[in-house]
Protein backbone atom coordinates (compact mmCIF):
# COMPACT_ATOMS: atom_id res chain seq x y z
CA UNK A 1 0.00 0.00 0.00
CA UNK A 2 1.41 3.42 -0.80
CA UNK A 3 1.16 5.21 2.36
CA UNK A 4 3.14 2.30 4.10
CA UNK A 5 5.98 2.78 1.52
CA UNK A 6 6.17 6.20 2.53
CA UNK A 7 6.40 5.38 6.35
CA UNK A 8 8.61 2.92 4.90
CA UNK A 9 10.41 5.67 4.10
CA UNK A 10 10.51 8.00 7.04
CA UNK A 11 11.69 4.95 9.15
CA UNK A 12 14.86 4.28 7.27
CA UNK A 13 15.79 7.89 7.14
CA UNK A 14 14.98 8.61 10.62
CA UNK A 15 17.80 9.98 11.36
CA UNK A 16 18.68 11.99 8.57
CA UNK A 17 14.97 13.63 9.43
CA UNK A 18 15.75 14.21 13.23
CA UNK A 19 18.83 15.86 12.16
CA UNK A 20 17.10 18.37 9.62
CA UNK A 21 14.98 19.01 12.37
CA UNK A 22 17.58 20.03 14.89
CA UNK A 23 18.91 22.64 12.04
CA UNK A 24 15.69 23.76 11.73
CA UNK A 25 15.44 24.24 15.56
CA UNK A 26 19.35 26.45 15.36
CA UNK A 27 17.36 29.44 13.69
CA UNK A 28 16.89 31.90 16.06
CA UNK A 29 13.93 32.87 14.40
CA UNK A 30 12.51 35.16 16.85
CA UNK A 31 9.54 37.73 15.23
CA UNK A 32 8.85 40.29 18.15
CA UNK A 33 13.26 40.83 18.01
CA UNK A 34 13.79 43.19 14.98
CA UNK A 35 17.62 41.97 15.46
CA UNK A 36 16.84 38.78 14.43
CA UNK A 37 15.28 39.40 10.83
CA UNK A 38 18.12 38.22 9.00
CA UNK A 39 17.59 34.43 10.79
CA UNK A 40 14.04 35.06 9.76
CA UNK A 41 14.89 35.32 6.57
CA UNK A 42 17.78 32.27 6.61
CA UNK A 43 15.30 30.33 8.11
CA UNK A 44 12.51 31.04 5.64
CA UNK A 45 14.99 30.57 2.84
CA UNK A 46 15.79 26.93 4.40
CA UNK A 47 11.93 25.88 4.64
CA UNK A 48 11.83 26.79 1.15
CA UNK A 49 14.90 24.70 0.04
CA UNK A 50 13.22 21.74 1.68
CA UNK A 51 9.74 21.92 0.19
CA UNK A 52 12.04 22.04 -3.23
CA UNK A 53 13.35 19.04 -2.32
CA UNK A 54 10.03 17.17 -1.55
CA UNK A 55 9.29 18.50 -5.37
CA UNK A 56 7.19 21.23 -4.69
CA UNK A 57 7.31 24.60 -6.49
CA UNK A 58 7.52 27.35 -3.30
CA UNK A 59 8.93 30.78 -3.07
CA UNK A 60 8.96 33.26 -0.42
CA UNK A 61 6.43 36.58 -0.25
CA UNK A 62 8.31 39.53 1.73
CA UNK A 63 5.70 41.24 3.86
CA UNK A 64 6.62 44.11 6.24
CA UNK A 65 7.98 42.39 8.30
CA UNK A 66 8.77 38.63 8.31
CA UNK A 67 8.62 36.36 4.99
CA UNK A 68 6.15 33.88 3.90
CA UNK A 69 6.91 31.03 2.42
CA UNK A 70 4.45 29.14 -0.15
CA UNK A 71 4.37 26.04 -2.21
CA UNK A 72 2.39 24.06 -4.60
CA UNK A 73 2.32 20.48 -5.98
CA UNK A 74 0.55 21.45 -8.78
CA UNK A 75 -2.28 19.60 -9.96
CA UNK A 76 -2.20 16.13 -9.55
CA UNK A 77 -3.32 12.41 -11.63
CA UNK A 78 -6.62 12.64 -9.80
CA UNK A 79 -8.80 15.41 -10.65
CA UNK A 80 -11.29 14.62 -8.31
CA UNK A 81 -9.05 15.12 -5.26
CA UNK A 82 -8.87 17.37 -2.50
CA UNK A 83 -6.64 20.48 -2.50
CA UNK A 84 -4.85 20.55 1.33
CA UNK A 85 -3.02 23.85 2.55
CA UNK A 86 -0.64 23.26 5.38
CA UNK A 87 -0.16 26.12 7.67
CA UNK A 88 2.23 26.37 10.44
CA UNK A 89 4.91 29.16 11.35
CA UNK A 90 8.75 29.31 11.74
CA UNK A 91 8.69 31.94 14.10
CA UNK A 92 9.42 31.53 17.78
CA UNK A 93 8.92 32.91 20.95
CA UNK A 94 11.92 34.95 22.66
CA UNK A 95 13.87 32.54 24.69
CA UNK A 96 13.19 34.51 28.02
CA UNK A 97 16.01 34.09 31.15
CA UNK A 98 18.64 32.02 29.37
CA UNK A 99 19.49 31.03 32.97
CA UNK A 100 16.31 29.02 33.20
CA UNK A 101 17.27 26.53 30.30
CA UNK A 102 18.69 23.37 30.86
CA UNK A 103 20.56 23.61 27.62
CA UNK A 104 20.43 26.78 25.10
CA UNK A 105 17.57 27.29 23.54
CA UNK A 106 19.10 26.96 20.27
CA UNK A 107 21.15 24.71 20.30
CA UNK A 108 18.45 20.98 20.89
CA UNK A 109 19.46 18.36 22.75
CA UNK A 110 17.65 15.48 22.85
CA UNK A 111 17.34 14.17 26.63
CA UNK A 112 14.34 11.35 27.87
CA UNK A 113 13.21 11.10 24.77
CA UNK A 114 12.39 14.42 23.79
CA UNK A 115 14.20 17.73 21.90
CA UNK A 116 14.70 20.56 23.83
CA UNK A 117 14.82 23.61 22.15
CA UNK A 118 12.59 27.02 21.72
CA UNK A 119 10.44 26.71 18.78
CA UNK A 120 10.21 22.32 19.05
CA UNK A 121 6.63 22.12 19.84
CA UNK A 122 5.35 25.52 18.78
CA UNK A 123 5.53 25.52 16.39
CA UNK A 124 8.79 24.07 14.37
CA UNK A 125 8.75 20.22 15.46
CA UNK A 126 5.28 19.78 13.95
CA UNK A 127 5.81 21.79 11.26
CA UNK A 128 8.39 19.30 10.43
CA UNK A 129 6.06 16.50 10.83
CA UNK A 130 4.26 18.10 7.65
CA UNK A 131 7.66 18.94 5.31
CA UNK A 132 9.02 15.45 6.05
CA UNK A 133 5.91 13.76 4.97
CA UNK A 134 6.05 15.25 2.03
CA UNK A 135 9.74 14.48 1.67
CA UNK A 136 8.46 10.68 2.39
CA UNK A 137 5.83 10.82 -0.27
CA UNK A 138 8.31 12.83 -3.04
CA UNK A 139 10.99 9.61 -2.49
CA UNK A 140 8.79 6.43 -2.77
CA UNK A 141 8.45 8.32 -6.64
CA UNK A 142 4.50 8.29 -5.90
CA UNK A 143 2.04 10.65 -7.70
CA UNK A 144 0.82 13.08 -5.04
CA UNK A 145 -2.52 11.45 -3.90
CA UNK A 146 -3.80 15.24 -3.34
CA UNK A 147 -3.12 18.49 -4.46
CA UNK A 148 -0.77 20.31 -1.71
CA UNK A 149 0.30 23.53 -1.00
CA UNK A 150 2.06 24.93 2.27
CA UNK A 151 1.28 28.42 3.25
CA UNK A 152 4.37 28.92 6.92
CA UNK A 153 4.48 32.36 8.32
CA UNK A 154 6.95 33.88 10.44
CA UNK A 155 4.72 36.51 12.34
CA UNK A 156 2.17 34.01 14.46
CA UNK A 157 3.74 34.77 17.56
CA UNK A 158 3.21 38.31 17.00
CA UNK A 159 -0.38 38.66 16.03
CA UNK A 160 0.32 37.42 12.09
CA UNK A 161 -0.08 41.04 11.52
CA UNK A 162 0.98 40.61 7.62
CA UNK A 163 -1.61 37.14 7.40
CA UNK A 164 -4.88 38.58 6.34
CA UNK A 165 -3.20 40.31 3.35
CA UNK A 166 -1.18 37.98 1.85
CA UNK A 167 -4.70 35.49 2.07
CA UNK A 168 -6.52 37.85 0.39
CA UNK A 169 -3.73 38.90 -2.45
CA UNK A 170 -3.53 35.54 -3.32
CA UNK A 171 -7.21 33.74 -3.15
CA UNK A 172 -7.00 31.92 -6.21
CA UNK A 173 -2.68 30.64 -5.43
CA UNK A 174 -4.06 29.66 -1.67
CA UNK A 175 -7.80 28.32 -2.79
CA UNK A 176 -8.17 24.79 -1.03
CA UNK A 177 -10.27 22.37 0.50
CA UNK A 178 -9.30 22.57 4.03
CA UNK A 179 -6.33 23.77 5.94
CA UNK A 180 -4.28 21.53 8.07
CA UNK A 181 -2.68 22.82 11.10
CA UNK A 182 -0.39 20.96 13.63
CA UNK A 183 -0.15 23.99 16.07
CA UNK A 184 -2.16 22.47 19.33
CA UNK A 185 -1.52 19.79 21.72
CA UNK A 186 -2.91 16.21 22.17
CA UNK A 187 -4.98 15.30 25.24
CA UNK A 188 -2.31 14.13 27.28
CA UNK A 189 0.84 12.26 26.15
CA UNK A 190 -1.09 9.18 25.13
CA UNK A 191 -4.23 10.65 23.76
CA UNK A 192 -4.72 12.39 20.44
CA UNK A 193 -7.54 15.17 20.19
CA UNK A 194 -8.58 16.62 17.35
CA UNK A 195 -9.99 20.41 18.00
CA UNK A 196 -13.02 21.83 16.18
CA UNK A 197 -13.66 24.73 17.94
CA UNK A 198 -12.25 28.03 19.36
CA UNK A 199 -13.56 30.92 21.17
CA UNK A 200 -13.53 34.26 19.54
CA UNK A 201 -12.04 37.54 21.25
CA UNK A 202 -12.88 41.31 21.99
CA UNK A 203 -10.79 43.10 24.29
CA UNK A 204 -12.16 46.98 25.66
CA UNK A 205 -10.45 49.26 27.86
CA UNK A 206 -12.57 51.62 29.40
CA UNK A 207 -11.72 55.11 30.99
CA UNK A 208 -13.75 57.25 33.33
CA UNK A 209 -12.78 60.77 34.18
CA UNK A 210 -14.30 62.73 36.88
CA UNK A 211 -12.67 65.66 38.52
CA UNK A 212 -9.50 67.20 36.83
CA UNK A 213 -7.09 66.04 39.63
CA UNK A 214 -8.04 63.96 43.35
CA UNK A 215 -10.07 65.48 45.60
CA UNK A 216 -10.33 65.82 48.93
CA UNK A 217 -13.14 63.41 49.95
CA UNK A 218 -14.22 65.70 52.73
CA UNK A 219 -14.35 69.09 50.98
CA UNK A 220 -16.14 67.76 47.56
CA UNK A 221 -17.44 64.32 48.71
CA UNK A 222 -21.10 63.75 47.84
CA UNK A 223 -21.16 66.55 45.65
CA UNK A 224 -19.01 65.21 42.38
CA UNK A 225 -19.32 61.78 40.66
CA UNK A 226 -16.52 59.15 41.87
CA UNK A 227 -15.18 57.44 38.70
CA UNK A 228 -13.89 54.64 41.08
CA UNK A 229 -17.90 54.08 42.43
CA UNK A 230 -19.01 54.64 38.40
CA UNK A 231 -17.21 52.49 37.15
CA UNK A 232 -17.82 49.81 39.70
CA UNK A 233 -21.61 50.19 39.23
CA UNK A 234 -21.07 50.30 35.50
CA UNK A 235 -19.07 46.77 35.27
CA UNK A 236 -21.96 45.47 37.83
CA UNK A 237 -24.63 46.01 35.35
CA UNK A 238 -22.84 43.73 32.49
CA UNK A 239 -23.96 40.65 34.34
CA UNK A 240 -26.31 39.53 36.81
CA UNK A 241 -25.78 37.73 40.12
CA UNK A 242 -25.25 34.20 38.57
CA UNK A 243 -22.70 35.14 35.41
CA UNK A 244 -25.27 35.82 33.23
CA UNK A 245 -24.17 38.36 30.57
CA UNK A 246 -27.05 41.25 30.74
CA UNK A 247 -25.79 43.31 27.55
CA UNK A 248 -28.91 43.50 25.28
CA UNK A 249 -28.89 40.73 22.62
CA UNK A 250 -25.67 39.01 23.79
CA UNK A 251 -27.00 35.61 23.91
CA UNK A 252 -29.23 36.36 20.57
CA UNK A 253 -26.82 34.49 17.83
CA UNK A 254 -25.10 31.59 20.40
CA UNK A 255 -25.51 28.48 19.09
CA UNK A 256 -26.33 25.38 21.38
CA UNK A 257 -24.39 22.38 22.24
CA UNK A 258 -26.04 19.40 20.06
CA UNK A 259 -26.37 16.42 22.23
CA UNK A 260 -23.56 14.80 20.65
CA UNK A 261 -21.13 17.80 21.98
CA UNK A 262 -23.24 17.60 25.43
CA UNK A 263 -22.31 14.04 26.01
CA UNK A 264 -18.85 13.97 24.90
CA UNK A 265 -17.91 16.77 27.21
CA UNK A 266 -19.43 15.01 29.38
CA UNK A 267 -17.35 12.14 29.03
CA UNK A 268 -13.72 13.74 27.98
CA UNK A 269 -14.39 17.13 29.45
CA UNK A 270 -13.27 19.31 32.53
CA UNK A 271 -14.42 18.04 35.61
CA UNK A 272 -15.72 20.49 39.04
CA UNK A 273 -12.78 18.49 40.71
CA UNK A 274 -10.08 19.08 37.62
CA UNK A 275 -11.24 22.62 37.91
CA UNK A 276 -10.89 22.90 41.46
CA UNK A 277 -7.65 21.33 41.77
CA UNK A 278 -6.32 23.30 38.61
CA UNK A 279 -7.10 26.78 39.62
CA UNK A 280 -7.29 26.65 43.99
CA UNK A 281 -11.07 28.14 43.57
CA UNK A 282 -12.93 27.15 46.47
CA UNK A 283 -16.29 26.51 44.08
CA UNK A 284 -16.83 26.51 40.87
CA UNK A 285 -19.21 29.62 39.47
CA UNK A 286 -20.77 30.33 36.06
CA UNK A 287 -23.89 30.54 34.02
CA UNK A 288 -26.77 28.75 35.37
CA UNK A 289 -27.78 24.79 33.42
CA UNK A 290 -24.03 24.63 32.09
CA UNK A 291 -21.26 22.42 33.54
CA UNK A 292 -18.15 23.72 34.18
CA UNK A 293 -16.76 21.43 30.98
CA UNK A 294 -19.42 23.68 28.59
CA UNK A 295 -18.68 26.75 30.24
CA UNK A 296 -14.90 26.63 29.67
CA UNK A 297 -14.79 26.04 25.97
CA UNK A 298 -18.77 26.32 24.34
CA UNK A 299 -19.97 29.35 26.19
CA UNK A 300 -19.29 33.23 25.95
CA UNK A 301 -17.91 35.20 28.79
CA UNK A 302 -17.25 38.78 29.88
CA UNK A 303 -14.15 39.50 32.18
CA UNK A 304 -12.59 42.06 33.76
CA UNK A 305 -9.14 41.71 33.22
CA UNK A 306 -7.88 44.42 34.81
CA UNK A 307 -8.67 48.06 37.52
CA UNK A 308 -7.42 50.68 38.52
CA UNK A 309 -7.83 53.53 39.94
CA UNK A 310 -7.34 55.36 42.85
CA UNK A 311 -5.06 55.14 46.34
CA UNK A 312 -3.76 51.90 46.39
CA UNK A 313 -0.34 52.47 48.49
CA UNK A 314 -0.22 51.84 52.11
CA UNK A 315 -2.48 53.39 54.61
CA UNK A 316 -5.79 55.68 53.84
CA UNK A 317 -5.94 58.51 52.02
CA UNK A 318 -9.06 60.13 52.04
CA UNK A 319 -9.60 61.38 47.98
CA UNK A 320 -11.65 60.97 45.05
CA UNK A 321 -9.85 59.79 42.24
CA UNK A 322 -9.85 61.62 39.02
CA UNK A 323 -10.28 58.52 36.99
CA UNK A 324 -10.85 55.06 37.16
CA UNK A 325 -9.86 52.42 34.27
CA UNK A 326 -11.00 48.88 33.40
CA UNK A 327 -9.79 46.23 30.58
CA UNK A 328 -12.63 44.17 29.78
CA UNK A 329 -12.70 41.04 27.38
CA UNK A 330 -15.14 38.63 25.66
CA UNK A 331 -15.13 35.03 24.87
CA UNK A 332 -17.44 34.65 21.95
CA UNK A 333 -18.48 31.35 20.41
CA UNK A 334 -20.52 29.91 17.43
CA UNK A 335 -22.19 32.20 15.86
CA UNK A 336 -21.85 35.59 17.81
CA UNK A 337 -20.87 38.51 15.38
CA UNK A 338 -17.43 40.41 17.08
CA UNK A 339 -18.89 43.68 15.37
CA UNK A 340 -22.84 43.19 16.90
CA UNK A 341 -21.11 42.29 20.59
CA UNK A 342 -18.88 44.98 20.44
CA UNK A 343 -21.40 47.67 19.41
CA UNK A 344 -23.93 46.27 22.23
CA UNK A 345 -21.19 46.38 24.92
CA UNK A 346 -20.55 50.29 24.34
CA UNK A 347 -23.93 50.92 24.43
CA UNK A 348 -24.34 49.16 27.49
CA UNK A 349 -21.54 51.23 28.94
CA UNK A 350 -22.61 54.09 27.58
CA UNK A 351 -26.06 53.84 28.76
CA UNK A 352 -25.06 52.84 32.23
CA UNK A 353 -22.84 55.94 32.48
CA UNK A 354 -24.22 59.25 34.09
CA UNK A 355 -23.52 62.60 32.92
CA UNK A 356 -21.28 63.50 35.47
CA UNK A 357 -18.43 61.38 33.97
CA UNK A 358 -16.40 61.77 30.86
CA UNK A 359 -16.51 57.81 29.30
CA UNK A 360 -14.19 56.43 26.90
CA UNK A 361 -14.12 53.34 25.56
CA UNK A 362 -11.38 51.78 23.14
CA UNK A 363 -10.75 48.66 21.39
CA UNK A 364 -7.98 46.52 21.35
CA UNK A 365 -8.67 42.68 19.99
CA UNK A 366 -11.79 41.97 17.58
CA UNK A 367 -12.00 38.61 16.54
CA UNK A 368 -14.51 35.76 15.58
CA UNK A 369 -14.71 31.97 17.17
CA UNK A 370 -14.63 29.10 15.03
CA UNK A 371 -16.64 26.11 14.65
CA UNK A 372 -16.02 23.29 12.12
CA UNK A 373 -18.36 20.82 11.16
CA UNK A 374 -16.91 17.35 13.16
CA UNK A 375 -18.46 15.16 10.34
CA UNK A 376 -16.79 16.35 7.25
CA UNK A 377 -14.62 14.10 5.12
CA UNK A 378 -11.54 15.58 6.67
CA UNK A 379 -12.58 15.54 10.20
CA UNK A 380 -13.52 11.41 9.74
CA UNK A 381 -9.92 11.22 7.34
CA UNK A 382 -7.86 12.82 10.77
CA UNK A 383 -9.52 10.59 13.51
CA UNK A 384 -8.53 7.46 11.26
CA UNK A 385 -4.79 8.84 10.99
CA UNK A 386 -4.63 9.65 14.17
CA UNK A 387 -6.22 6.05 15.15
CA UNK A 388 -3.58 4.14 13.10
CA UNK A 389 -0.77 6.82 15.08
CA UNK A 390 -1.54 6.85 18.43
CA UNK A 391 -3.49 3.25 18.70
CA UNK A 392 -6.23 5.15 20.51
CA UNK A 393 -9.27 7.05 19.07
CA UNK A 394 -8.92 11.36 19.23
CA UNK A 395 -10.75 13.17 21.75
CA UNK A 396 -12.97 15.91 20.13
CA UNK A 397 -12.24 19.08 21.98
CA UNK A 398 -13.09 22.67 22.50
CA UNK A 399 -10.46 25.03 23.16
CA UNK A 400 -11.65 27.79 25.39
CA UNK A 401 -8.93 29.90 23.81
CA UNK A 402 -8.64 32.30 20.42
CA UNK A 403 -7.19 31.22 16.88
CA UNK A 404 -7.54 34.24 15.03
CA UNK A 405 -6.28 32.77 11.73
CA UNK A 406 -8.65 30.19 11.55
CA UNK A 407 -11.84 32.61 10.82
CA UNK A 408 -10.04 34.18 8.72
CA UNK A 409 -9.34 31.19 6.44
CA UNK A 410 -12.60 30.43 6.40
CA UNK A 411 -13.72 33.23 5.87
CA UNK A 412 -11.58 34.35 3.11
CA UNK A 413 -10.45 31.38 1.13
CA UNK A 414 -13.93 29.37 2.08
CA UNK A 415 -12.15 26.39 4.18
CA UNK A 416 -12.40 24.78 7.22
CA UNK A 417 -9.50 23.92 9.04
CA UNK A 418 -8.35 20.77 10.58
CA UNK A 419 -6.25 20.79 13.61
CA UNK A 420 -4.11 17.85 14.22
CA UNK A 421 -2.12 18.72 17.48
CA UNK A 422 0.88 16.67 18.44
CA UNK A 423 2.73 18.12 21.33
CA UNK A 424 1.86 17.01 25.17
CA UNK A 425 -0.10 19.63 26.97
CA UNK A 426 2.96 20.63 29.22
CA UNK A 427 5.57 20.70 26.68
CA UNK A 428 6.53 24.62 28.36
CA UNK A 429 5.27 25.98 25.44
CA UNK A 430 6.36 30.03 25.54
CA UNK A 431 8.90 29.45 29.01
CA UNK A 432 12.28 27.56 29.11
CA UNK A 433 13.04 23.93 27.93
CA UNK A 434 10.29 23.63 25.55
CA UNK A 435 10.41 19.94 24.08
CA UNK A 436 8.86 17.91 21.67
CA UNK A 437 8.61 14.00 21.94
CA UNK A 438 11.04 12.25 19.20
CA UNK A 439 7.95 9.67 19.30
CA UNK A 440 5.55 12.59 18.58
CA UNK A 441 7.78 13.80 15.55
CA UNK A 442 7.21 9.91 14.11
CA UNK A 443 3.75 9.03 14.82
CA UNK A 444 3.27 12.80 13.73
CA UNK A 445 4.65 12.13 10.52
CA UNK A 446 3.00 8.88 10.24
CA UNK A 447 -0.25 10.38 10.76
CA UNK A 448 0.55 13.32 7.86
CA UNK A 449 1.03 10.89 5.53
CA UNK A 450 -1.90 8.26 6.25
CA UNK A 451 -4.35 11.31 6.36
CA UNK A 452 -3.06 12.30 2.74
CA UNK A 453 -3.24 8.48 1.55
CA UNK A 454 -7.35 8.72 3.48
CA UNK A 455 -8.34 11.87 2.08
CA UNK A 456 -7.67 11.03 -1.53
CA UNK A 457 -10.02 8.20 -1.62
CA UNK A 458 -12.35 10.59 0.56
CA UNK A 459 -13.87 11.82 -2.62
ZN1 LIG B 1 2.22 28.28 17.59
Request: net charge negative.
Amino acid sequence: MSVDAAIAVFDRNYDAFVEDLGTFLRFQSVSAQSDHAGDMVDCARWISRQLATAGLDAHIVSTDRHPVVLADSGPVPDANAPTLLFYGHYDVQPPGDLKLWESPPFEPTIRNGAIHARGSADDKGQVMTHLTAMRCWRETGMPWPVRVKFLIEGEEEIGSPSLPDVLRKRVDELACDYVVLSDTAKLNAETPSLAYATRGLIYKEIEIEGPRRDLHSGQYGGAVANPGNVLARILAKLQDDSGRITIDGFYDKVRELTDWEKAHLKRAGLTDKQLLAATGCPAPAGEPGYTSAERCTARPTLDVNGLLTGYTGEGAATIIPNRATAKVSMRLVADQDPGTISEAFDQAVRSACPPSVRLSISNHTHCAAYLAPTDSPAMKAAAAALMAAYGKPPVFTREGGTLPILPLFKQILGADSVMLGFSVPDCNLHGPNEFFHVTDFRRGTQCILRFMGLMASSV
